[in-house]
């Protein structure tokens, strides 16, 4: 079955790190461009950053720009997400999305960030 | 970078034809794409490009763009059509499709 699966989401205190993994199977991850979307709650979707297939282009939210790190994995199939210095406002259900060029055409169920004293 | 603006609500009764809009500078280059999001779910493309739908989208979702406007339109909504809809572009340096619009609430009475 082609899909993505995040983990790693959970309750970390203000200026805590966390990382947060997306496991991608059924598909050839290592040819895909991949991103990272995030939805506080009640609110809209907002795009966290971007990784090109081979890792070697990387943008990022100018709100998490300094603070947040992508990554991937081919080998193991794996997009990382590896958050420091973490706010209130980044608290938020995080998305891993396969980028077609076109569209982000497949979607994880999403993990859930908490950030709270 | 720019953005993309929604109306935040519509209401179609059923059967009926509702066209979402979407508005920004980015559309006059790029085309949108289309998301509905449902209470609790992930977001699942339902339109995108030019003139896409993806395998298992209902072809009552169609989507249009003229200047700087594009739209999402559902022809004979169903009680399910009811979701959020986004838009979704890429951004004016054109590196990345990191642009999302605020999102229009889609109700079916």
Redesign the interface.
């Known amino acids: 079955e082609v899909q993505l699966v995040e983990s790693g989401g959970g309750l970390v205190q203000p200026g805590g790190s966390l990382r947060v993994s997306c496991a991608a199977s059924g598909f050839i991850f290592s040819i895909y461009e991949m991103?990272w979307?995030r939805q506080a709650p009640g609110k809209?979707?907002?795009?966290v950053s971007?990784i090109s297939s081979s890792g070697d282009t990387i943008?990022y939210?100018?709100s998490v720009k300094g603070r947040f790190t992508i990554s991937r994995d081919n080998a193991k199939n794996s997009l990382y997400l590896h958050m420091n210095s973490l706010r209130a406002e980044d608290t938020a259900v995080y998305?891993c999305a396969r980028?077609s060029r076109?569209?982000?055409?497949l979607?994880?169920?999403?993990t859930i960030v908490t950030v709270s004293s | 970078?720019s953005e993309l603006t929604q109306d935040p609500a519509v209401s179609v009764a059923l059967g009926q034809t509702v066209r979402i809009t979407c508005q920004g500078d980015s559309l006059r280059i790029y085309?949108a794409?289309w998301?509905q999001?449902k209470p609790g779910?992930?977001?699942?493309?339902v339109f995108?490009?030019k003139n896409?739908r993806?395998s298992g989208i209902p072809d009552r979702f169609s989507g249009s763009s003229s200047r700087n406007t594009a739209s999402l339109t559902i022809a004979g909504a169903q009680a399910e059509d009811e979701a959020?809809y986004?838009c979704?572009s890429r951004d004016s340096s054109g590196?990345?499709?990191?642009?999302?619009?605020?999102?229009t609430k889609v109700t079916v009475l």
Do not use: K, R
């Open positions: 991103n979307v809209g979707l907002e795009w971007y943008h939210a100018d998305y980028d076109e569209s982000f055409d979607w994880g169920q999403g | 970078s085309y794409n998301y999001q779910q992930a977001p699942v493309l995108y490009g896409n993806p959020d986004y979704n590196d990345h499709l990191g642009l999302f619009g605020t999102g």
